[in-house]
């Protein structure tokens, strides 16, 4: 591991956002009702110094602007992202600083995702050892609510004038102290869909005088997985989940209608498209085979996120910095899971990174904690990444 005085993080530092974050973690806010923890974000960064701060971005949003001194580099303006939001989910961790709050917790470690970013802006404002400008973003509303989405419509990349955007997440089951990241896609883009069926209700003991929408519905989830079996390349990405089956309310019956709901995650564009038209074609053959008839409802969610090549390599250069080359994956597999971060990495090249938890539980896990020993090593991270990522 790199020395933490050669990138400028001294012991307090580290303590204090682990306060930071502890406060945040005891106080969980959803989607874009984080005015707390906006405001608490706001004090800090002007009690820091930021040259300044903006508050109600994208609604709650916080943005904090800190100006280098120069050392005769590019004067390039850089966009740090950290998340703010919690999810409603029942925290079941028994710790001293678990959530007041019933029915909401921090389960997806965006506490301290703040809390680094945090301590981040307070070690910049303090050296301004970097060439240009340094943008820190607190954002709203990831769980859902596409609250990057909002603040970029709210003009954050050209008010600021960001030329590159970098975000970071924290993985469960990487070790403490570890970073991984690839160019290209990195996390899926999420799509949610709703099929009705309606067929004809009737008596159970008549069945041949209906037409039934649980048989259809059950032969429309099977052939829902032959999308991956046998119309996507190997070498491609693809999950098509139904997680929903909800149909009639007496057992002596055959309901009139079946609902199902579910999700796809997919890497490119090309099988993005090819899901949602083998859903439909399945779902509509399959209910006019039976004499029922089907309507799919696809609604397109969180695109992929997308590492620039070039700016992974520079997100690379600054985790090696602090993790040392054996300490960083830079060919991670993508994980299928979705990041509102995508919509920043549309409109600004960038990089998104993972920064390990350790052996801790998953994520959205109501026994989940973000661990505070990645604290220092993700305000490392970003002191690098803006300083130019010094060599290890």
């Given at each position: 591991m790199t020395d933490p005085d050669s990138i400028g993080l001294d012991a307090g530092l580290a303590a204090d956002a682990t306060a930071w974050r502890r406060d945040i973690h005891r106080n969980p806010e959803t989607l874009y009702d984080v005015q707390r923890t906006a405001g608490l974000v706001a004090e800090k960064l002007r009690a820091f110094g930021c040259d300044e701060v903006v508050t109600g971005l994208g609604r709650t949003g916080v943005v904090g602007v800190i100006q280098g001194k120069g050392k005769g580099g590019a004067k390039r303006t850089i966009g740090l992202r950290a998340d703010m939001d919690a999810l409603p989910i029942a925290e079941q961790t028994n710790l001293p600083?678990?959530?007041?709050?019933?029915?909401?917790?921090?389960?997806?470690?965006?506490?301290?995702?703040?809390?680094?970013?945090?301590?981040?802006?307070?070690?910049?404002?303090?050296?301004?050892?970097?060439?240009?400008?340094?943008?820190?973003?607190?954002?709203?509303?990831?769980?859902?609510?596409?609250?990057?989405?909002?603040?970029?419509?709210?003009?954050?990349?050209?008010?600021?004038?960001?030329?590159?955007?970098?975000?970071?997440?924290?993985?469960?089951?990487?070790?403490?102290?570890?970073?991984?990241l690839r160019p290209g896609p990195i996390m899926a883009a999420a799509d949610r869909f709703e099929i009705e069926v309606e067929g004809r209700g009737g008596h159970a003991a008549q069945p041949h005088l209906t037409v039934d929408p649980v048989l259809v519905g059950a032969h429309i989830v099977t052939l829902a997985q032959s999308i991956v079996a046998r119309s996507v390349d190997p070498l491609e990405a693809c999950v098509v989940s139904v997680t929903v089956f909800q149909a009639g309310s007496a057992q002596n019956a055959i309901p009139q209608t079946a609902k199902l709901a579910g999700?796809?995650?997919?890497l490119t564009a090309e099988m993005r498209d090819l899901a949602e038209a083998r859903l439909k074609a399945i779902a509509e053959s399959v209910a006019a085979a039976h004499g029922a008839r089907a309507t799919l409802r696809y609604n397109r969610g969180y695109p992929v996120t997308r590492n620039d090549p070039a700016r992974a390599?520079?997100?690379?250069?600054?985790?090696?910095?602090?993790?040392?080359?054996?300490?960083?994956?830079?060919?991670?597999?993508?994980?299928?899971?979705?990041?509102?971060?995508?919509?920043?990495?549309?409109?600004?090249?960038?990089?998104?990174?993972?920064?390990?938890?350790?052996?801790?539980?998953?994520?959205?896990?109501?026994?989940?904690?973000?661990?505070?020993?990645?604290?220092?090593?993700?305000?490392?991270?970003?002191?690098?990444?803006?300083?130019?990522?010094?060599?290890?």
């Open positions: 600083y678990a959530s007041q709050v019933p029915g909401k917790m921090h389960a997806c470690g965006h506490d301290g995702h703040t809390a680094m970013l945090l301590g981040a802006a307070r070690r910049l404002c303090e050296t301004r050892d970097f060439d240009g400008t340094a943008v820190c973003v607190f954002q709203p509303a990831e769980e859902g609510g596409a609250g990057a989405r909002a603040m970029i419509q709210d003009g954050l990349m050209t008010r600021f004038g960001i030329d590159e955007v970098y975000g970071m997440h924290n993985l469960p089951g990487l070790p403490v102290g570890r970073f991984a999700t796809t995650r997919t390599r520079l997100a690379e250069r600054a985790a090696v910095a602090v993790a040392g080359a054996d300490g960083v994956d830079a060919t991670i597999a993508p994980i299928m899971g979705a990041e509102d971060f995508s919509y920043m990495l549309e409109a600004r090249p960038g990089a998104f990174v993972f920064i390990g938890n350790g052996d801790s539980a998953g994520l959205h896990h109501p026994g989940y904690d973000f661990n505070d020993a990645a604290i220092p090593h993700g305000i490392r991270y970003w002191v690098a990444l803006v300083e130019g990522a010094r060599a290890a």
